[in-house]
């Protein structure tokens, strides 16, 4: 079945260390987000990737990296210089920009 | 710049009554919008998009919005609620002034009463 498979979706992290969340679609779309839900808060944009070997900041890029060698893998690190990094973590990919996204079912990070 | 705003955080409807989730944007351009559903601990799910068509949009699972211009509004209603219908619902905007990129709104949680 075609879609976006995120992994693990629970993580759990001790304070200083960095985690990577893994997101793999087999879409074949060109476009792939990275996404933080809190509580009250709706999706705020982390990264985002429109071709590969290419991503640009969203609107909380501070303390995260991400990286795209391929077209069907997008991963996120969440690193230790985030203070505050226990959220909800969505993964989306699309066919064009401004169009329709297609989620994964969302990884769990929460810090000890 | 573009903005959207869900004026309920929280509705809660008996099973078989109407729903209306109630949506505004800001928007420069003739935007595109969208309506997303997110079970517990789920990913997001497209319920419905309006690209400058028809401003009544058909979504699935019984769901349409209408685009009034006017009212710079999208709200979501449904005749009749199924228990299946309890969720968050985000209303989305996207524009090409703001380079395509989507704006969440910061939900609306749904809940259905027996």
């Known amino acids: 079945d075609g879609g976006i498979t995120q992994s693990p979706k629970y993580l759990f992290r001790k304070e200083g260390q960095n985690v990577t969340l893994s997101c793999e679609q087999n879409l074949n779309h060109d476009a792939m987000y990275w996404y933080r839900q809190d509580p009250g808060q709706g999706l705020r944009l982390i990264y985002y990737?429109?071709?590969?070997?290419?991503?640009q900041k969203g609107d909380i890029a501070e303390g995260y990296s991400v990286s795209r060698e391929k077209k069907e893998s997008f991963p996120l690190t969440v690193t230790s210089a985030q203070k505050n990094p226990t959220a909800f973590y969505l993964c989306a990919s699309g066919l064009v920009a401004g169009g329709e996204l297609f989620f994964g079912e969302g990884s769990r990070l929460t810090v000890l | 710049a573009q903005s959207v705003t869900q004026l309920d955080s929280h509705v809660s409807v008996s099973e078989g009554t109407p729903v209306l989730l109630r949506c505004n944007y800001s928007s420069s351009y003739s935007p595109s919008l969208f309506w997303y559903v997110q079970h517990p601990n789920k990913g997001l799910q497209l319920l419905l998009k309006?690209?400058?068509?028809?401003?009544l949009v058909k979504g699935i699972n019984g769901f349409e919005a209408e685009f009034k211009k006017s009212e710079t509004s999208f709200h979501l209603t449904k005749p009749s609620a199924h228990m299946s219908d309890a969720a968050e619902y985000f209303c989305v905007v996207s524009d090409p002034s703001s380079g395509d990129k989507l704006t969440f709104g910061t939900g609306t949680r749904l809940a259905v009463r027996p």
């Open positions: 309006y690209t400058s068509a028809a401003t």
């Open positions: 990737s429109q071709i590969v070997n290419d991503f």
